[in-house]
C-alpha cells in the first residue's frame, strides 16, 4: 500500500504541471532505476511494474540461488536459506523474484527520489514550454504584467508562462501597470540552463507587420502583400505594400476610410505616424513614394553605389528631411539607396564638413543627426526650430548661421 500511496502523492505534479499520466510514470521508472542504482550497484535485475490506469507501481529483484556460504555478490545471488524463507521449495540455481518495498530503500532514499522527481518534472515541463515558444518565434503573443522593474517588465500569460518585455524593446512612450495586458510579438526563445527565456519586442518591424495582419482581412488573406516594414519606433514607420490583384488598392485596404483601419494600429504603438507605400520594381518611382509627402521633382540613380540624388524645390525640402531627419533615414532603409536631397534652382551650395575651421566638428554632427549637412539646408530653417531639434545652445546656433551667411555673402 505504501508503493500507492507514494505514487499517488507523486502524481499530484501531474495537475500542477499538466503532464499526462503516461509521461508522468515514465519519468518515475527513471527516477526509480536511479535509486535503485545508488542503492543496490545497478538496476539490471531489477523489473519495475507500472499501471498507469490505477496509479500503481512494483518493483521485483530478481536473483539466483547459490549455497550457503557462496554469495558473491548480495545484489544477483541470495543464499538457500534465505530463499527458503520466501518460499520452502525453493532449489540451488532457480532464480527468485521478491518485490522491494519503498520504504525498504530508506527514509532519505526516498526524500532524495521526490526531489529527482520534481526536478525530472520541471526539465520535462522547461523542455516542453521551450518547443512551444520556439514555434512562436514572429508571432503575436498577448501576457499580463507581473514584475515592472527598471530594465525590463516581466509578465505572465494565462499558463503561468514568463515573458520578458526588455526596455530596449519597448516603444519609448510605453506605459504599463500590474495586471494590463500587453501585445508584442516573439522575438526569441533560448534555453538558459534548463529555463526557457522568452522575450517579447513591440519595437520590432515585425510586430508592424504581424499588426497588419491581424488587422487587415485583405493581408491576413494573402491578397495584400507587405514587402518591407522600417521603423523609429514610437515616431515614424513606413510601410510598403503590394497586391497581385489590380482591382485591390493595397493602400487604400490598409488606410481605410478616413484611416480607419490603420488607426487601432498607430493607438496600438504609441501613435506611431505610419505611412503605407504602394510597392514597384520601378526604382525612381519607389524611392519618389518613399519620400512621401515630399513632392520630387527628379531622380538620378546610380545602382552600382546604391545612391540616389534627389532633386526638390526649396519649400519641399525640410518636408523630404521630415523632424529630426526621419523621412529620409526611413526613406533610404526601405528602398536600399542613401539618398542625397538637392534643392532646385538655387545657388551652388557648401558642405557643412567645409567649414571644419570655423565649426566644431561635433556641432556639425549634431546638425547632420537631423539630416541638415550642406550650408543652404541650415540656412532655410527658423533659428528657433533649429534650436529645438538639434538641442543646441540658441547662442551656439546663431554664431553657425553667422558663418554660413558670411560664406556667401563674400
Known sequence: MENIALIESFSEFKDDKFIDRVTLMSILEDVFRNALKKKFGSDDNFDI???????????????????????????????????????????VGEDVSEEVKLIDLGRRSILALRQNLISKIHEHDNTNIYKQFKELEGEIYTAEVHHIRHRAIIMLDDEGNEIILPKDRQIPSDFFRK????????????????????????????????????????????????KKVVRIPGEKAKVAVDSYDDRIDPVGACVGMKGSRIHGIVRELGNENIDVINYTNNLQLYITRALSPAKVTSIKIN???????VMLRPEEVSKAIGRGGHNIRLAGQLTGFEIDVFREGVEEDVELTEFTDEIDSWIIEEFAKIGLDTAKSILEQDLADLVKRTDLEEETVSEVIKILKSEFED
Not at 554469495?71 to 543464499?79: A, C, G, K, L, P
Not at 501585445?183 to 510586430?207: D, Y
Not at 545602382?303 to 540624388?309: G, Q
Open 179 to 226: 495586471g494590463e495586458n500587453v501585445r508584442g510579438v516573439i522575438e526569441s526563445v533560448e534555453l538558459k540552463g534548463n529555463k526557457p527565456s522568452i522575450i517579447m519586442s513591440r519595437t520590432s518591424p515585425l510586430f508592424l507587420e504581424k499588426l497588419f495582419e491581424s488587422e487587415i482581412p485583405e493581408v491576413f488573406d494573402g491578397l495584400i502583400t507587405v
Open 49 to 91: 511494474i507500472i499501471n498507469p490506469d490505477k496509479g500503481d507501481l512494483e518493483i521485483w529483484r530478481n536473483r539466483i540461488v547459490v549455497a550457503d556460504g557462496e554469495v558473491e555478490d548480495d545484489n544477483q545471488e541470495i543464499s538457500l536459506t534465505a530463499a527458503r524463507r520466501i518460499e520452502p521449495d525453493f532449489e
Open 303 to 309: 545602382e552600382e553605389t546604391s545612391r540616389a540624388e
